[in-house]
């Protein structure tokens, strides 16, 4: 379901939909087009039956590869794989949230700009040392 090709007004909640299926587009290499996705089973419904034990099954795995190619296997390995994981569950999570059939259900712009960015620097390592994440 897209919401502008169902002919309903430009909207923040359109937008904040369309947001919220690309972040699901980009991080399941899916299209809501997809084959599997017939009958109740959309891109959005995909994503949320995979939270947050699945979500790794669910990941584009060309994300994956690129990331974990150059870690060796250590700590930091395993380590850096787990922060992975935790961002993204978060990553879905928001996608998720701002796709939501009802627009009344959908995360507001603004907070998944501050999650998205938040995530962003728990990824990278930014200000771990000034926050509990």
Known sequence: MT?????N??????????YGILLLEIFTGRKPTDEIFT?????HQFAKL????RVMEIVDPNLLSAEVEGLNESQTHTNAKSKLEKCLISTITVGVAC??????????????????????????????NDTNN
């Open 9 to 18: 007004e430009v909207s923040t909640f359109g937008d904040i939909y369309s």
């Open 3 to 7: 919401e502008y090709g169902i002919g």
């Open 50 to 53: 995979a939270l947050p034990e």
């Open 99 to 128: 796709s939501a059939i009802s627009i009344k259900d959908r995360m507001d712009i603004e907070d998944a700009m501050v999650e998205m960015q938040r995530i962003r620097d728990l990824y990278l390592g930014v200000g771990i």
């Open 39 to 43: 009958g109740s089973l959309s891109l």
